[in-house]
């Protein structure tokens, strides 16, 4: 009837209008006009299926684009000879069904019709989810890119599931979403399993349409992902819609969160950590009457109750031993105003889900948890205790419902580096690096820096004692090099004189030149100390935003330490170099600056940002050696870098 074609020209008018007035192009994208050389790029004929509408994103060519607005509704006159045959065609649907397919390409995870744009805006007019179509890929040239990545690995995720729906912005997360379901990429799934996942997406992307979840930046299928990270798939395979909507809203920031990419808060002092004076007053007020109601006045009588989460345990980790210290010293600095508890190898789901209970039960006021692998179990606690305080020992792992904290260490590294250049004489420096993970690749490139500030000549190899069958100091080594920077922390089971920055002198014996230190112990009692005095509750954070906290040497919360054999002028260097990069005077990730193969900063006077910093996926021009793939890992570096971030430009 043409009064269904009336209205559907009255919502394509409203949609180009909209357009127009926030300058995006108002009719159908064709994708001859957006990709560059698309007639020469390789097809294959995938076969006939049903297509999610949601995912038809415009037309194949231009000829018939400007009879649609950008939302496929039409926008010619009603008494064209196109208005009857869509009325007409609209009328075949109601009363018999469309039966013929579309054709359609398919290009990077999107459809764009070649035939059928009438059928495809007669059943987006009805609401219809899914149409028939006949579907031919365009495969995109291996150009290197993040997007062409991703499309790769959802080619492999295609091959073992046939299953088109579930599109992800960020590498990995098929091989993480398979791993969910009991599947790999490499195998078909079964076809019980593929029901249960068919099931899963549509159960969840109805409910979270429902709520919004289309103007939420992302896709459907990175909500998908991290909804069954925290609540698995139980109602979901149940149909329990209402639970799910529920959970949904429960998780509704962490969805804002991942994917606005810079809403971040980057805390680089511990002042900056502080709420500004005009938010602090009204923020700090409330915080008072709630301290009030709660009686959250803590004295020696009524302690601050901090519990400490660990992966492993101290015995056994380096890493775990150096936040152990710091927490009894945290605790005896403070003198009676807080009391800590801490659970150790809590590397599973069951065993941390424990811990966060027995943690709440016993009335912890603040959950620190001390590993990133444990950022998946800290945000599923943080969604179940809201009134909880958590906070997580990580960088580049955007949530909203949980805090994070770590080191500017590339500072200490760069100081370390400098040293190093000096206390060798063929210019060539060896550096044992652990995970190929965000932060650790910026500690790598600080000491390659510092190292070339001393010395422009100067080489950093590197070797990965994560990598299978790696025996990093025998490589480098093997290679002549005697001034290595080794493991940064150790435990009292280690008494070995290889950590930090090393030397093997001529009759092979080892000289220690320094060590990095992270005073954990100072930065768990200034975090405690905002408790306490209110700001850290003060300290707003918007619904899309994450905050993390990531204080260097101006806040003492890493210093370097220095042998006494080191010459007195050597250490004035040292102790200048530390002021300066204190003060701010000295950048280490100042320009001019190159990696390996491209210039990253040409000017001087210029610099990184903490982001650009902490999402460092390049080395230094001056470092030899590459960051490894994925698959030469150990399977405890795999899991640490699957959750950390790892450059995955590398992991292949």
């Not at 971030?645 to 590398?650: C, D, F, S």
Request: proline share 4%; charged share 25%.
């Amino acid at each position: 009837m043409i009064e269904d074609y009336q209205e559907a020209r009255k919502s394509g008018q409203r949609a180009y209008r909209r357009a127009v007035m926030g300058g995006r192009y108002p009719y159908l994208p064709a994708l001859e006009e957006m990709v560059e050389g698309i007639s020469a790029m390789k097809e294959v004929h995938v076969g006939q299926m049903e297509i999610p509408i949601s995912m038809i994103a415009g037309t194949r060519t231009a000829s018939r684009q400007s009879a649609f607005a950008c939302n496929f509704m039409p926008l010619l006159a009603e008494n064209s000879e196109f208005a009857t045959k869509w009325s007409a065609l609209y009328d075949s649907q109601v009363e018999e069904g469309i039966r013929d397919p579309i054709k359609v390409c398919e290009f990077m995870n999107y459809f764009y019709v070649i035939e059928g744009n009438k059928r495809v805006s007669v059943m987006k007019k009805i609401g219809a989810p899914k149409i028939r179509a006949d579907v031919t890929r365009i495969l995109p040239p291996k150009n290197g890119s993040e997007a062409v990545r991703i499309y790769e690995e959802f080619l492999k995720f295609y091959q073992v599931t046939s299953f088109y729906p579930v599109v992800f912005s960020k590498e990995g997360r098929y091989a993480e979403l398979a791993e969910l379901f009991g599947q790999d990429l490499e195998k078909t799934w079964p076809e019980d399993t593929l029901m249960d996942l068919r099931s899963a997406f549509d159960v969840f992307e109805e409910c979270y349409r429902d709520k919004g979840g289309e103007f939420v930046r992302g896709t459907f299928g990175d909500a998908f992902l991290l909804y069954l990270k925290i609540y698995g798939s139980k109602e979901l395979l149940e149909g329990d819609t209402g639970t799910v909507k529920a959970q949904i809203g429960k998780l509704w920031n962490e969805f804002l969160t991942e994917n606005t990419g810079t809403a971040q808060q980057v805390m680089q002092t511990p002042e900056e950590a502080m709420p500004s004076a005009a938010r602090a007053t009204v923020n700090t007020t409330v915080h008072t009457i709630r301290s009030i109601l709660r009686r959250d006045s803590y004295s020696v009588e009524n302690p601050l109750r901090a519990v400490f989460i660990h992966s492993r345990s101290a015995k056994d980790s380096s890493w775990v031993y150096g936040h152990e210290l710091g927490r009894q010293e945290m605790e005896t600095n403070l003198g009676g105003l807080v009391e800590t508890a801490y659970f150790e190898d809590c590397s599973t789901p069951e065993k941390a889900k424990k811990a966060f209970a027995a943690a709440r039960a016993d009335g912890a006021q603040i959950i620190f948890t001390t590993s990133p692998t444990l950022m998946e179990d800290s945000l599923r606690a943080a969604i179940e205790y809201p009134e909880l305080r958590i906070m997580n020992c990580s960088i580049n792992l955007p949530v909203n419902a949980v805090r994070t904290y770590y080191c500017r260490f590339y500072e200490a590294k760069f100081l370390m580096g400098a040293l190093a250049a000096c206390m060798t004489d063929d210019h060539r420096l060896g550096y044992i690096a652990d995970y190929p993970i965000y932060g650790n690749i910026a500690s790598i490139n600080a000491f390659a820096l510092g190292a070339a500030f001393v010395d422009p000549g100067c080489k950093v190899v590197i070797a990965w004692k994560s990598e299978i069958g790696c025996d990093p100091e025998t490589a480098l080594r093997d290679k002549g090099i005697r001034t290595i920077s080794g493991a940064d922390y150790i435990t009292p089971a280690d008494a070995s004189r290889r950590y930090g920055l090393y030397r093997f002198e001529e009759d092979g014996q080892v000289s220690r030149l320094a060590m990095p230190v992270l005073h954990w112990g100072k930065y768990y009692e200034l975090i405690i100390r905002q408790i306490i005095d209110g700001t850290f509750d003060a300290k707003s954070v918007k619904r899309d935003e994450s905050l993390h906290y990531w204080w260097g040497l101006s806040s003492g919360v890493i210093d370097v330490i220095l042998s006494e054999g080191i010459p007195s002028q050597t250490k004035r260097l040292l102790h200048l170099l530390k002021r300066d990069i204190s003060d701010g005077r000295l950048l280490p990730f100042g320009g001019p600056l190159r990696a390996q193969k491209e210039e990253i900063l040409s000017d001087e006077g210029t610099a990184l940002t903490a982001e650009e910093i902490i999402t460092m996926d390049w080395l230094c021009e001056n470092v030899v050696g590459e960051i490894p793939a994925a698959k030469t890992l150990t399977e405890e570096a795999r899991e640490t870098v699957s959750v950390s971030g790892v450059p995955e430009t590398k992991a292949k």
